[in-house]
């Protein structure tokens, strides 16, 4: 009986052993697709960027905003389409994806990848409750009422991403589903971004339409005192000076430089976001800057960081940007979705939808306590009918880059540049 009983417990430990080492097993597999999934939401990051930054004028979007509206609408893609958007927004689903963003290993599958993504959302919205600060992020599918969806796409969409199928009518009734959605909009980014579908956008062929919003507030954990914010001169693009409002303060920050540029990190309470600013040694770098703006560098520039003792000197500014992106995303090489021949049988079974339209507005905010950002993406879809040893002095007071991400992730959530800090009157 002793023996019999002491098998049994080998037999326990042996099980138990095996079960721990299969969910070790499992955890790691699981990190590693997340990594996948931001490392190609980053590089589509600073792709977009690259696509966005033509032109004079501050500018500010939020490519996990965009990233997430359409991994949404890419699960219902199938064929060609399927394989252009994959790729164009760096979804490791494929081979080619995976040697893009220089990793190894077997791509993704659908089902993978919209497990690993809703894992980064549901980790981001969990600490968001429970932190210092808030951080939200929401998803929705709104549907024509009565069009006959397939429950494996509406059912992936909801556990992976938490967007939930509302029914709405479109056919009839369009204006009023146009106010109901960005009333939704309003609501998940505490009414900062207000309008995001304008009139006319929403029409009877109008069949599907897949929102994010995205929301953030946090405190600076070494906040500026505002006694110390002073009218300074900032000089713009063109070289010509102007008064902004700078904000200082001497601290320990994430510091790192080149010969040609200074990157500073400024963390928010908790330390798990943070803010970092590229700014250019020479007043007019900017160009050179964005020209150099590639997932590689920024890593290097990242991996530079190390806490030090900076006086730092950083404008006060606040800004709003909108964009239609479907000529953008276009030419980045996904084509296919927005014309008649798309396929997204994904959705319905049927090869009847195309994507008609891409939305995205933003808002940011920074000031002496914090920063609140927030941002919103529609897609709406109709049918086919090393530092030296003294003190760095930080003076962004030039155009610069800066970036909010989330350090445990290290997906980039919101990406802008500042070109001048003073809104127009």
């Known amino acids: 009986m002793m023996m019999y009983r002491t098998v049994l417990i080998w037999m326990l430990v042996v099980f138990v052993a095996g079960c721990n080492f299969a969910g070790q097993r499992e955890e790691k597999r699981a990190d590693g697709d997340e990594k996948l999934v931001v490392a190609g939401n980053n590089r589509f990051a600073l ?3 690259q696509k966005l ?3 004079d004028g501050n500018l500010f979007f939020s490519p996990y905003s965009i990233s997430t509206a359409l991994a949404m609408t890419c699960a219902g893609a199938r064929g060609q389409t399927e394989t ?5 927004l760096g ?3 494929s081979a080619e994806v995976l040697a893009r963003i220089g990793a190894s290993g077997k791509p993704l599958t659908r089902q993978e ?5 809703g894992h980064i959302i549901k980790g981001l919205n969990a600490r968001g409750d429970e932190a210092q600060y808030q951080l939200r992020v929401a998803n929705a599918l709104w549907g024509q009422k009565d069009y006959e969806f397939l429950s494996s796409f509406t059912k992936r969409i909801e556990t992976a991403y938490g967007g939930k199928l509302k029914e709405l009518d479109f056919v ?4 009023q589903a146009r106010r109901t959605i960005n009333a939704w909009v309003e609501k998940q980014t505490n009414d900062k971004i207000k309008d995001l579908i304008r009139p006319g956008v929403l029409d009877a062929m109008t069949r599907l339409v897949l929102t994010n919003a995205i929301y953030f507030k946090g405190n600076w954990a070494s906040q500026f005192d505002e006694d110390r914010t002073r009218e300074a001169p900032f000089t713009v693009r063109d070289g010509e000076k102007i008064q902004a409002p700078m904000m200082n303060q001497r601290a320990r920050f994430g510091y790192a430089e080149t010969e ?3 990157v500073l990190e400024l963390p928010y309470v908790g330390e798990e976001l943070s803010m970092v600013i590229l700014l250019p040694k020479e007043t007019d770098g900017i160009d050179a800057l964005e020209g150099d703006l590639t997932a590689e560098n920024l890593a290097t520039w990242l991996g530079r960081i190390r806490k030090r003792e900076v006086i730092a000197s950083i404008p006060k500014f606040k800004m709003t940007s909108k964009f239609s992106l479907a000529s953008v995303l276009a030419s980045m090489g996904m084509p296919l979705a927005f014309t008649r021949n798309a396929d997204f049988s994904g959705m319905t079974g049927k090869r009847d939808l195309f994507i008609s339209a891409v939305i995205h507005q933003a808002y940011v905010d920074v000031n002496e ?3 609140e950002a927030a941002a919103a993406t529609a897609v709406t879809m109709k049918l086919t009918s090393i530092g030296p040893d003294r003190t760095p002095v930080f003076r962004a007071d030039h155009p610069f880059l800066f970036m909010i991400r989330d350090a445990k992730s290290n997906s980039i959530l919101f990406l802008g540049r500042v070109e001048n800090p003073v809104p127009e009157k």
């Not at 990848?113 to 993504?117: E, I, L, M, P, Y």
């Open 260 to 262: 040609t540029l200074q």
């Open 47 to 49: 792709q977009l960027y």
């Open 369 to 371: 306590e914090g920063t």
């Open 113 to 117: 990848f919209a497990h690993a993504f």
């Open 172 to 175: 009839t009734a369009a204006e």
């Open 91 to 93: 979804f490791a689903t």
């Open 84 to 88: 252009q958007m994959a790729e164009t």
């Open 53 to 55: 930054r033509g032109g």
